[in-house]
T-cell receptor
Framework: AQKVTQAQTEISVVEKEDVTLDCVYE???????LFWYKQPPSGELVFLIR??????QNEISGRYSWNFQKSTSSFNFTITASQVVDSAVYFC?????????????FGTGTRLQVFP | DGGITQSPKYLFRKEGQNVTLSCEQN?????MYWYRQDPGQGLRLIYY???????QKGDIAEGYSVSREKKESFPLTVTSAQKNPTAFYLC?????????????FGPGTRLTVL
């Protein structure tokens, strides 16, 4: 069965600290996609990244980086030099090729609080 | 500007009433989705539509109904049969399946049943 686990419910850091948000997934498909979304206090989900199962290259975008490891079924997200504006709930999600839709399976989210 | 709009932002309903949440997109996306979010939980899929005049139940469709008469519109009706409708509702859209299948979300509607 497909599942996404974000074991960290809440993380608090002080500005400029690095922080890693963990995501572990379960799937039987060989072709699947992984996503990270940010939900600021306004409520709207903001797309951050998509990764397909055949691309294990790590990615860096500014202060954001993602580490995809199929061997451990993990897709972790690191924010370097965190800022107050990074405070939000972050969701990891999975979609599987075998489904007849791009249905997203979400984790329960990690609330990140960055204090000045 | 391309995007997804949802209205209203806040909605209050008395028990026993049906209410309809609006979702419009001008991204020319084929697929549209409705999710429900409860406090401390991830999003759960209510209904989705991959093409006009066609839609499918998601994981928690009971007590909800939808229509897809136009490509850009996917309204959700919360019926009186939904036992616990107070939640945050998010609409999303995406291109057809496969590449570039990331979903883009609207700002959400917060529904409260009084």
């Amino acid at each position: 069965a497909q599942k996404v686990t974000q074991a960290q419910t809440e993380i608090s850091v002080v500005e400029k600290e690095d922080v890693t948000l963990d995501c572990v997934y379960e799937t039987r498909d060989t072709t699947y996609y992984l996503f990270w979304y940010k939900q600021p206090p306004s409520g709207e989900l903001v797309f951050l990244i998509r990764r397909n199962s055949f691309d294990e290259q790590n990615e860096i975008s500014g202060r954001y980086s993602w580490n995809f490891q199929k061997s451990t079924s993990s897709f972790n997200f690191t924010i370097t030099a965190s800022q107050v504006v990074d405070s939000a709930v972050y969701f990891c999600a999975l979609s599987e090729e075998s489904y007849n839709t791009d249905k997203l399976i979400f984790g329960t989210g990690t609330r990140l609080q960055v204090f000045p | 500007d391309g995007g997804i709009t949802q209205s209203p932002k806040y909605l209050f309903r008395k028990e026993g009433q049906n209410v309809t949440l609006s979702c419009e997109q001008n991204l020319n996306h084929d697929a549209m989705y409705w999710y429900r979010q409860d406090p401390g939980q991830g999003l759960r899929l209510i209904y989705y539509s991959q093409i006009v005049n066609d839609f499918q139940k998601g994981d928690i469709a009971e007590g909800y109904s939808v229509s897809r008469e136009k490509k850009e519109s996917f309204p959700l009706t919360v019926t009186s049969a939904q036992k616990n409708p107070t939640a945050f509702y998010l609409c999303a859209s995406s291109r057809a399946r496969g590449q570039d299948n990331e979903q883009f979300f609207g700002p959400g509607t917060r529904l409260t049943v009084l």
